[in-house]
């Protein structure tokens, strides 16, 4: 799952009573639209090509008096606390450094409610203009045609071209852009470097599993509040990780519209894990293993580079990060992650011009350094690498510098991981294991039998996607 | 006139109860993910999946046994500490104000609280477990606990609520007879057995009914604890929908499961109806 991928809730009412309190599960529909809300049938073939479409109009948006008169746009962003406070300087910059364009953001605390309510404002007709989804969770969308291609856009200032290469496809289908990269992302090994000097380990970090399960005795021996340390705070929301160690391991979930978990490498990575948590006692499963980990519970934990900025101000011991521990040699491929932004197609063409112009803004060099700063996330932008921004930045904590030299290492995640369904299954799957000790080979044999039929219902829009 | 006058209720009955349980039922014979112009029709597709999907039978399991251990334990706590709340004493008020307190925090904070005492590194269970040389077990990241996490989290949410309503009703019961009785004879458990208890039998079955359709719609003590997890250790039915409906975004799924649940509900509810209506006869 993604970093910030957080499936907590906000409250629905779920069930309506019946009679004398008989429960009707209605999923809390009554609020939508009839059964058939689609655009015409001209409409939606036209889709592909059209910008605007007509019938959706801006979600309500507050602009102060001395921005009034501009042309008005708003972003739901999925970003909350540190990060959010980080893109509200970004577009107060933004708003100061032109008279044309007001640009609001709204939070949406993260990206499952994002999801939620953008679902829900595609329903009602009334949309932001820009939205963040991560990696290819976007699809969902453009196959609905609720977004617009930004190609029209590109130019020699502004393109593709201006970010990380390894970041660009996930935002394109059959041969279009729809998401720009902005809040990009690697998962990070996270170790504490204090704890770690005080087992006498090198204060690198560790490469491998291998080599971890090595170091592990010697910080276990290590007490923390009355208990013995713990090398790693694994959690019930890995996948995104996992990702990495079936990489690791050699194998995949799928490749392109087969599912492959059940070829052997899942079981024999995920055997490893159990021995490393249950037979030996080196990790186990958290509530929250970031949380242990920054309260100085676990030795290690993984997390993404987008936590960098705020671990590094809560914790209160010295954050070492490495790459993600490989399985035998260092350096595994690692998932993207993070997330990019998008123009929804609604009534305006002149609102979305202006998103574009934010967009520009936002891929300036000095701007994407600037969020690395505060937020953790990659330079996306390549030359934001040259600023000197990010020069001193990694001057005065070099653990940015290990985000940025993974980047090599980062791909797109495997074609089932793209959507939520088959994710949250492989995340039971892993937590079967981690949490519980279960049979790896029997979770796997499972995991195998309820992807096969998610795949065949996503296999689709994969090959539309694929055949750009 | 009487028409007239139930209209708007009617209408609203109509409107918000009615008939999105029949949109529900239109949506169960669909494929949707609520981005889609429109829903696919697919027959009963969703009934045959979900029946012969393993998970929901796990689940379903999961419902029973949250609703029976929440319900069985709120009634029996509830009842014991009504019978010790209706001995008069000078800190009665202060007892039922605490016993109370409980039921007035919203779900997702309870969820919250829990949590965090149910941390095995740093919350009140491993405090309470090292007074007898034990680690706290992981209550909520492990199959084995995770559901008894969120019965033990919604039974004390619960318990105030119950034991309220039971002291409500010993208060109001008939001193004459227990006089009556007293001079017979029957006093502690005699009295308890052969007099109180029969004579809560409606309001035992008040909470029965409204216990267990809470219980199977018990939702923010398990999003803010658990999500249902590990894996499908602590989801109920309830649980279920939604992750069908607002993180899988498979509608068609969430709407067959809420309508198994309401026919489920359907049937609990008119057995208790006739089952009741005799007990509180007699």
Partial sequence: MSDLLQTRTSRRAMLGLLGAGVGAAALGLSGCTGVSTASSAAEAGDAKTA???????????????????????LFWAPFSGVNYLALQKQFTQFNDSQDKIFAATESQADYATLYQKFTAALQAKVVPDIVCFPEHRWLQFWQADALSSLDRYFDKEWSLDVYMHNYTPEG??????????FARSTPLFYFNRDLFAKAGLPE???????????????????????KPLKAFAFGATDEWYGQSHIWAWGGKFSDRTTVTADQGPMAEWLGWMNTFIHKNGFGYMSQDGFTDFTSGVSAAAHQSTAALAGATKTAKFNIGTAFLLGKDSAGPKVPTGGSGLSIVRADSKERQDACAELFKFLARPEQSAQWHKDTGYLPIVIAAAQTSIVKNLQKANPNFVTALNQVKNAQSA????????????????MASVYGDGKDPKSQVATLQTVLEPQMKKFAGAIEKVKGQ | MFSILILPNLAMILTFSYWPTLYNAFFSLTDWDFVQPSPIWVGLKNYVDLFQDSEFYLVLRNTAVFTFFTVIVTIIGGLAIAMLLAQRTKISGLARTMTFAPH????????ILWMFMFDPQYGLSRWAFALFGQSSPQWTATSKWSLWAIIIAYSWQRLGFVAIIYYCAILDLPAEVFEAARMDGARGWRLFRHMTYPLLHPVTYFLLITGIIASAQAFDIIATLTEGGPGVSSATLTWMVYQKAFIDFDIGSAAAQSMVLFVILMIVTVIQVRVGSKKVDE
């Avoid at chain 1, 074609?415 to 039971?428: A, E, L, M, S």
């Fill in chain 1, 51 to 73: 910008t605007t479409r007509s019938g959706f109009s801006q979600a309500p948006i507050k602009v102060p008096a001395k921005y009034a008169g501009r042309t008005n746009i």
């Fill in chain 1, 414 to 429: 495997d074609t089932i991981t793209w959507f939520d369904g088959p994710v949250d299954n492989i995340n039971k799957a």
């Fill in chain 1, 204 to 226: 690198t970090g560790p490469t491998t599993w291998a080599e971890y399960a090595e170091m592990a005795p010697d910080l276990l021996k290590i007490n923390v509040s009355g």
């Fill in chain 2, 104 to 111: 007035m925090i919203p779900g997702a904070v309870v969820g």
């Fill in chain 1, 172 to 181: 394109q289908a059959a041969g279009h852009t729809y998401v720009v990269p």
